[in-house]
């Protein structure tokens, strides 16, 4: 089967998407950058190709035995036990590590920190498992580190401090060489394995599902041509001639989904790209914020941090403000003394929270305005896009600045550079 990938090793995520012949998405894969750039990139990859066999899978199952079963649900069903059992390998090859860490290098407090080890393991595999198995795991935003971490930081116990300091130390050393591991995963195995966590399975179904894997697995998806970009690009595993911009490769992810696109804005990790782009989906001018985090993906998750929430719960606290407060930086170096003044002046954060965004999105245009403006239809791109805080003022700058105009937005926003790099693999060889 003739397929092609295109891979953007962002600042602080890595994606893939693996096209067919008909330029159609088949495969997905995210995981979160890492300090082995290789690593990341090879893992978003197998991520792709993973998502890219199930779509086949089920694909396969409806084409030939109708709709009497809920395909689709099952294919989410299984895809969860098939992320949670990945989970599980990588979980525990870090206890494993932090095992090896406090025999090693603590003697004295040996039996205490295992203890503590063992007990904090039971619950974060129980609590992990729970959100896998009820659907709570966005797999585009929640990775390994993420998950882990989450539970592990919370059940520790706190009322010693040198303990719990200790323990996140250890953790802080284990993570590292462990997320840096390329585990190689067998797709069919995985799924048998998936099979058997799913409950009330009817047999005929289980044995329709397992005599489709065989043929299914068999498929050569290796890329007839790939194409690397991102933040990144540079630092990836690739030849130049695999190798393209990033402003390239997101105007054309966007004219994909938006094909009247004439304005991208692109917020991601590091940087925010404000491109005009012309009916063939080619820049015509861009500019780009590359120097710093200040209002990007980064800027968020360092306010996330410092508030103790998640970034998935800003846009929605930030969407429940009375007014917004006056953020006079997006620095992320100055964010943090501005917001704990607010907030010990008893500021709601909710308040704090909208005038944060505001300002991300008056920096956004301030780009936009240098690069030619907003101009009908306009899409935006980018990890950022998915915050409906920051959604919402793009919508309203737009409308406060250039007028009432389709503006658009695509759940997969996140993967439309490597989208786009995609895209141009296969045209190349067309």
């Known amino acids: 089967m003739k397929v ?47 998502n890219s066999r199930f779509t086949l899978l089920f694909d396969a199952l409806k084409s030939r035995h109708g709709e009497d079963i809920p395909w ?63 659907g709570r795991i966005s797999q585009s935003s929640e990775f390994f580190r993420d998950l882990f971490s989450s539970v592990y930081l919370d059940v520790l116990p706190a009322d010693d401090r040198s303990v719990y300091d200790q323990m996140v130390a250890i953790y802080d050393r284990a993570i590292t060489p462990v997320e840096n591991q390329l585990i190689q995963f067998d797709f069919r195995d995985l799924v048998s394995r998936a099979l058997g966590l799913v409950d009330d399975l009817a047999d005929t179904t289980r044995t329709l599902i397992l005599h489709d894997l065989e043929g299914i697995e068999a498929i050569d998806l290796t890329p007839a041509d790939y194409i690397g970009t991102g933040y990144g ?25 938006f094909p009247k696109t004439r304005t991208v804005l692109d917020i991601g990790g590091q940087d925010t790209k404000a491109i005009q782009v012309d009916e063939n989906g080619l ?4 500019q780009m914020n590359d120097r710093c985090a200040a209002g990007c993906g980064r800027y968020l998750g360092y306010i996330a941090d410092e508030m103790n929430i998640s970034v998935s719960e800003l846009g929605p606290l930030a969407m429940e403000a009375d007014y917004e407060s006056n953020i006079c930086s997006t620095c992320t170096v100055f964010a943090g003394a501005e917001l704990r003044e607010y907030l ?18 008056q920096r956004a245009f301030a780009l936009l305005a240098r690069s030619g403006g907003v101009r009908n239809e306009f899409t935006f791109t980018g990890g950022v896009a998915r915050n409906v805080a920051v959604r919402e003022y793009v919508s309203r700058l737009t409308e406060a600045n250039y007028g009432k105009m389709t503006i658009n937005c695509h759940w997969d926003s996140i993967f439309m550079g490597a ?12």
Do not use: W
Request: glycine share 4%.
């Open 4 to 50: 092609y990938l295109g891979i953007d090793l962002g600042s602080t995520t890595s994606k893939a998407i693996i096209l067919n012949e008909q330029e159609e998405i088949i495969g997905r894969g995210i995981t979160n950058t890492r300090a082995n750039y290789e690593v990341a990139a090879e893992i978003a990859r197998m991520e792709a190709e993973f």
């Open 72 to 134: 689709d649900e099952l294919y989410q069903v299984v895809a969860t036990r098939f992320h949670y059992l990945q989970f599980q390998e990588r979980f525990r090859r870090l206890i494993a590590e932090m095992n090896h860490l406090i025999q090693s290098e603590y003697p004295d407090h040996k039996d205490q920190y295992l203890k503590l080890l063992e007990q904090t393991s039971r619950r974060i595999d129980t609590t992990v498992r729970r959100r896998f198995f009820t």
């Open 233 to 257: 690009r540079q630092l990836l595993p690739f030849k130049e001639e695999h190798i393209k911009s990033e402003i390239l490769c997101h105007a054309m992810g966007a004219h994909y989904f």
């Open 283 to 286: 820049v015509t001018s861009f």
């Open 344 to 361: 010990n002046l008893g500021e709601k954060k909710e308040n704090i929270l909208a005038g944060l965004h505001k300002a991300i999105v």
């Open 419 to 430: 989208l786009g790099a995609a895209i141009f693999s296969k045209r190349r060889k067309a």
